[in-house]
T-cell receptor, first 117, second 111 residues
Framework: NAGVMQNPRHLVRRRGQEARLRCSPMKGHSHVYWYRQLPEEGLKFMVY????????ESGMPKERFSAEFPKEGPSILRIQQVVRGDSAAYFCASSPDGKTATNEKLFFGSGTQLSVL | KQEVTQIPAALSVPEGENLVLNCSFT??????LQWFRQDPGKGLTSLLLIQSSQREQTSGRLNASLDKSSGRSTLYIAASQPGDSATYLCAVCNYGQNFVFGPGTRLSVLP
């Protein structure tokens, strides 16, 4: 039973390029969360998605960032025109059926370390 | 707006000691609280989840308590081992289903 899979593990981009981060949730999980961890800071919530729906994007920057979770395939976090301040570790988590408000643990992937040169 | 703090920021102890990590949150209207472990360069592993109606949870050498009214949780680690060295994160789930994380406590257990 594979866990949450994120790729790539490391991504290097130059300023102005686009970054695409992928997350495949655990089998049977249909809810995905993206978090960002800046150096020496805690994890900050970005967006919560179900299949084909964005449930909560209150943590997403207003510009350049977007996320999707299509019916088929992984969830994608897309950052356009990256800047150095986007350098961080981006973590994806999944849960089954969105019951995190009751008694379900969050399962995290190993993260994607984005470095912007 | 929920805010989560953790003290100490870093802790270094000799092997075998019992230790306590602290987590505080400002909004007591939480649904549950989780403690996670994060190893360098890796993702998070959920250690314990405490529902808002519970007082504590135990798993092996770990015991987590929750005092919702005072906005506090503690993670107790008994007989610490070098393999326990990691960053420990506390996260609270509000009714909006989003987890708010604390900054973590970096634990080093010296052999």
């Amino acid at each position: 039973n594979a866990g949450v899979m994120q790729n790539p593990r490391h991504l290097v981009r130059r300023r102005g390029q686009e970054a695409r981060l992928r997350c495949s949730p655990m089998k049977g999980h249909s809810h995905v969360y993206w978090y960002r961890q800046l150096p020496e800071e805690g994890l900050k919530f970005m967006v919560y998605l179900q299949k084909e729906n964005i449930i909560d994007e209150s943590g997403m920057p207003k510009e350049r960032f977007s996320a999707e979770f299509p019916k088929e395939g992984p969830s994608i976090l897309r950052i356009q025109q990256v800047v150095r301040g986007d350098s961080a570790a981006y973590f994806c988590a999944s849960s089954p059926d969105g019951k995190t408000a009751t008694n379900e643990k969050l399962f995290f992937g190993s993260g994607t370390q984005l470095s912007v040169l | 707006k929920q805010e989560v703090t953790q003290i100490p920021a870093a802790l270094s102890v000799p092997e075998g000691e019992n230790l306590v990590l602290n987590c505080s949150f400002t909004d007591s209207a939480i649904y549950n609280l989780q403690w996670f472990r994060q190893d360098p360069g890796k993702g998070l592993t959920s250690l314990l989840l405490i529902q808002s109606s519970q007082r504590e949870q135990t798993s092996g050498r770990l015991n987590a308590s929750l005092d919702k009214s005072s906005g506090r949780s503690t993670l107790y680690i008994a007989a610490s081992q070098p393999g326990d060295s990691a960053t420990y994160l506390c996260a609270v789930c509000n009714y909006g289903q989003n987890f708010v994380f604390g900054p973590g406590t970096r634990l080093s257990v010296l052999p």
